[in-house]
């Protein structure tokens, strides 16, 4: 079970890979709250109606069809699943029911033939959202790809590091469990001031925060990290046997090993 992290949209990115070339026929808006950016059900079957998908791109969690018309950005919040032809993205997400509710539909492209099929997102919390040329420039570098030099530029603060790396204007991408997987690999404790790390130990973090983000994508996943299963009470380090420590940072539950995250 997952969140949509970073990877899980990156899987959502390649399924949308299927509806490339393809013309939409038809926008499914039923549900305003989930259109953003005062855009409306009508507004948006103007704005795409007869359009071609040309692409898809992926900064951070936002994922982006291009089209001959308007760019088409999608959040997919917490609870947010991609639909491809019927085909979804992830099996199963975290905070999300189980249940598959039509009712729970927010937004759908139907396509004409000769292709045909259709792009649906299910959300059943309506966190996610719909948005037309969504404004690119308020995301930081995707952490993805990130160089080493512009994540020494992001985490250039005095917050806590772990809140630093998950700051979506800073440094896009990062979630809950990526970021603890990544500075349990780099041995660095989350609540650090960000600004405090040495030149090493930056290098060393970026090193282990794309690598962290290389390895769940192959693996099918941000809940597939090396420290996932021991984020419990009574957990244990997989490296060295310490009880695994639980707090608050950054607004967000965190686990670290204080043997060798410091």
């Known amino acids: 079970m997952v969140v949509p992290e970073?990877?899980?949209?990156e899987a959502y990115r390649r399924l949308a890979d299927r509806v490339v070339g393809r013309t939409v026929s038809k926008v499914d808006a039923p549900d305003s709250w989930w259109i953003k950016d005062d855009n409306t059900p009508r507004s948006l079957q103007r704005a795409l109606k007869g359009v071609a998908i040309t692409g898809t791109r992926r900064i951070g969690k936002l994922l982006l069809l291009d089209t001959t018309g308007p760019t088409i950005g999608l959040r997919f919040g917490m609870t947010g699943r991609l639909a491809v032809d019927g085909t979804e993205g992830v099996d199963e997400l975290i905070y999300s029911s189980r249940r598959k509710d039509p009712a729970w539909d927010r937004f759908g492209l139907r396509f004409g033939s000769p292709e045909g099929g259709s792009l649906m997102v299910n959300d059943p919390r309506r966190l996610g959202g719909v948005m037309l040329n969504p404004d690119e420039s308020v995301?930081?570098?995707?952490?993805?790809?990130?160089?080493?030099?512009?994540?020494?530029?992001?985490?250039?603060?005095a917050a806590p590091i772990k809140?630093?790396?998950?700051?979506q204007a800073r440094l896009a991408g990062v979630g809950n469990l990526t970021a603890d997987e990544a500075l349990w690999r780099a041995g660095v404790d989350p609540r650090r001031a960000a600004r405090s790390l040495e030149k090493d130990e930056q290098k060393r973090l970026h090193k282990h925060m794309v690598k962290t983000l290389k390895d769940l994508d192959v693996r099918g996943g941000s809940h597939t990290g090396d420290v996932i299963e021991h984020r419990v009470a009574g957990g244990r380090c997989p490296n060295d046997g310490a009880e695994m420590i639980k707090a608050t940072v950054g607004g967000r539950t965190t686990w670290w090993c204080p043997q060798h995250q410091f």
Do not use: K, N, W
Not at 139 to 157: N, V
Not at 163 to 167: E, K, V
């Open 6 to 9: 970073l990877v899980e949209i």
């Open 139 to 157: 995301l930081g570098p995707d952490a993805l790809t990130i160089t080493l030099a512009e994540f020494r530029r992001a985490i250039d603060s």
């Open 163 to 167: 809140a630093r790396l998950m700051d």
